[in-house]
């Protein structure tokens, strides 16, 4: 039983699909942080919202990556399904806005976390929340 459960764990089409969704996910959470240095140092803008404006255009990106890769089996396809996934992962993704924005704030205010690190820990934090909705919801 448990050998059964592992090897599901490790070659299930779920197990597939969360492996692709972890590659898309560390991939884009670079982009973020690329973006998230930019807004900040580069363009002097508050962490926190230097933040959400990364968060957004990285999760359009991560819609398309997602949807052509992660989630191929069952892919939004036609016009009007498509743009309903990107507003679905939207809403999904952007109610972990606020789990990604707490922990960036506790960690930088409460424990003097550099906000570069502070927002990699945010984005591991709210990442198994997104995949379960995004899953679900999104593509399911």
Same mark, same amino acid.
């Given at each position: 039983?448990?050998?059964?459960?592992?090897?599901?764990?490790?070659?299930?089409?779920?197990?597939?699909?969360?492996?692709?969704?972890?590659?898309?996910?560390?991939?884009?959470?670079?982009?973020?942080?690329?973006?998230?240095?930019?807004?900040?140092? +580069? &363009?002097? %803008?508050?962490?926190? #919202?230097?933040?959400?404006? *990364? !968060?957004? @255009?990285?999760?359009?990106?991560?819609? /398309? =990556?997602?949807?052509?890769?992660?989630?191929?089996?069952?892919?939004?396809?036609?016009?009007?399904?498509?743009? +309903? &996934?990107? %507003?679905?992962?939207? #809403?999904?993704?952007?109610? *972990? !806005?606020? @789990?990604?924005?707490?922990?960036?704030? /506790? =960690?930088?205010?409460?424990?003097?976390?550099?906000?570069?690190?502070?927002?990699?820990?945010?984005?591991?934090?709210? &990442?198994?929340?997104?995949?379960?909705?995004?899953?679900?919801?999104?593509?399911?």
């Amino acid at each position: 039983m448990l050998r059964t459960l592992l090897r599901d764990l490790l070659d299930s089409p779920v197990a597939t699909q969360m492996r692709r969704f972890v590659v898309v996910g560390a991939f884009t959470a670079g982009v973020q942080m690329v973006l998230l240095w930019l807004f900040v140092d +580069t &363009g002097g %803008l508050n962490y926190l #919202v230097g933040a959400v404006i *990364a !968060i957004e @255009i990285t999760i359009v990106l991560t819609y /398309v =990556l997602n949807n052509a890769w992660t989630f191929k089996a069952i892919q939004n396809t036609g016009r009007a399904e498509y743009w +309903t &996934g990107l %507003l679905k992962t939207n #809403v999904v993704r952007g109610t *972990a !806005i606020p @789990i990604q924005l707490a922990v960036l704030f /506790v =960690l930088v205010e409460w424990q003097s976390v550099p906000y570069l690190g502070s927002n990699a820990v945010a984005i591991v934090v709210s &990442g198994l929340y997104r995949f379960v909705l995004d899953a679900r919801w999104t593509w399911g």
